[in-house]
């Protein structure tokens, strides 16, 4: 190893870049070879594929699950349900002295609920965010934050306004999976299917595929979501949730960390008319992908406006389609509340409840899932395309740097 190492530093000291690149073949061979088996791999892994075969090895269709993944999940109970009327448009239920026994049985409660409230006020003791960028469009606009949690985790949060949009339409359009494929404003999501609906609160359980970077394998979720209404002040609340009747695999790689929920509210327009016609939707967003931290957040800061500025094209195309909430009306089942009812779940009862909470979510989240700093084989591909691009940089400081910089920081000696 030691004969290795001084080789490459005599080579470093060469002054020809074509000597570098010549003298140094013989090492990168190995890393080559890597990268095209890794790109054949990913090749016959297109999404298409991927999803056909992942079913097909269950035993079940591209847009089908299973007839016994169908079964109400331990802990679950799906409420009576009612009939939705076309006639009386949307329904939502009513907040009853029943609710804390129901919280007991349903995958998002209002723990949950509370957890956002304390977000979007800014009381739930975190640390500080970090401003990331300001984008405009001439019918939206966005801003962007991050932070890093104490778990180790990174946190997002954005202010998104929708010009001449109601809450309504915002909060029906990303609830809408359907629309999210076949419209394709959102590219990551390549599979979705709903496993439970309960019809008095509007909760749900969904599993998600969403297609990543060539360079790791595809994720699937399983999540529980529920809308609360205050005055047509929406809290949206989606979460990893246990769903033990879909069996783990090792591709797609399942994610049990994720938490990412919003608020909706009806604001004034920024042509200051004094109408409330625009809406805004203040998004919080954290993951465990099992993806190295850094590399993440540099993927996400360089790629996240284009992502989200496809999200304007795509309500536009939901409002002109005229899709009624009667085609979905799961989104418009949600627990009415009040203002001093989400100011009375802040007490000692409610506070010990979410510290339970979180640390059960961290006990899984340390005994499950991919750690972030874990690289499994796709990661040879980054270190050997590290390699291959410091050979043809410069030879001097630089090139050394990239070279041993990079391989240390894909793997690291502990989780970031």
């Known amino acids: 190893m030691a004969s290795v190492l001084n080789s490459i530093m005599v ?16 090492f990168t061979t190995p890393l080559w070879l890597l990268v095209l088996i890794g790109l054949c791999f990913r090749w016959a892994r297109t999404p298409n594929w991927a999803v056909g075969f992942f079913n097909r090895s269950r035993g079940t269709s591209e847009n089908e699950v299973s007839d016994s993944q169908q079964t109400v999940v331990p802990g679950w109970r799906v409420l009576p349900s009612f009939e939705f009327s076309k006639e009386k448009g949307e329904k939502t239920s009513e907040l009853s ?14 723990v949950d609920l509370l957890r956002l409230y ?5 009381t739930d003791g ?4 970090q401003h990331m960028f300001d984008k405009t469009l001439p019918t939206m606009s966005y801003q962007a934050w991050t932070r890093d949690l104490s778990n180790g985790l ?8 929708f010009e001449d949009a109601t809450p309504e339409q915002v909060r ?11 419209n394709r404003w959102n590219e990551m999501l390549m599979y979705q299917k709903t496993l439970e609906e309960c019809h008095l609160t509007g909760t749900m359980i969904v599993h998600w595929i969403r297609k990543f970077p060539f360079f790791c394998s595809d994720r ?19 979460k990893a949730v246990p769903y033990s009747n879909i069996p783990r695999h090792n591709t797609p790689r399942r994610v049990d960390v994720y938490f990412s929920s919003w608020r909706i509210r009806a604001v004034e327009s920024r042509r200051s008319d004094g109408q409330k016609t625009s809406c805004e939707v203040i998004l919080f967003h954290h993951e465990d992908v099992g993806i190295p931290k850094e590399i993440a957040k540099l993927g996400i800061r360089r790629g996240l406006w284009n992502c989200v500025k496809r999200i304007e094209p795509g309500i536009r195309a939901y409002q002109l389609a005229g899709l009624p909430s009667h085609l979905n009306p799961i989104s418009g089942i949600n627990t009415k509340i009040t203002q001093e009812y989400i100011e009375s779940l802040d007490n000692a009862g409610c506070l010990e409840e979410l510290g339970e909470l979180e640390r059960a979510g961290k006990e899984s989240e340390s005994k499950g899932g991919e750690k972030p700093g874990r690289v499994q ?11 291959v691009l410091a050979c043809s940089i410069h030879p001097g400081l630089l090139t050394k740097v990239i070279l041993f910089g990079v391989t240390g920081f894909l793997w690291p000696k502990k989780r970031v």
Not at 126 to 129: K, Q, S, V, Y
Not at 377 to 387: D, H, K, Q, R, S
């Open 11 to 26: 080579i470093l000291r060469t002054p020809s870049v074509w000597r570098i690149v010549s003298d140094l073949l013989p």
């Open 97 to 110: 002295l029943t609710e804390d026994e129901n919280n007991k049985k349903l995958v998002v409660t209002r």
């Open 118 to 122: 304390r977000l979007t006020v800014e």
């Open 126 to 129: 975190g640390p500080a965010w």
């Open 154 to 161: 990174t946190q997002y949060r954005s202010r998104t306004v």
């Open 172 to 182: 029906d359009f990303f609830w809408d999976d359907e629309f999210r494929i076949s």
């Open 220 to 238: 699937e979720y399983i999540i529980g979501r529920r809308i609360w209404d205050l005055k047509r002040t929406y809290f949206c609340v989606t």
């Open 377 to 387: 084989f796709p990661g040879m591909l980054l270190i050997g395309g590290a390699v």
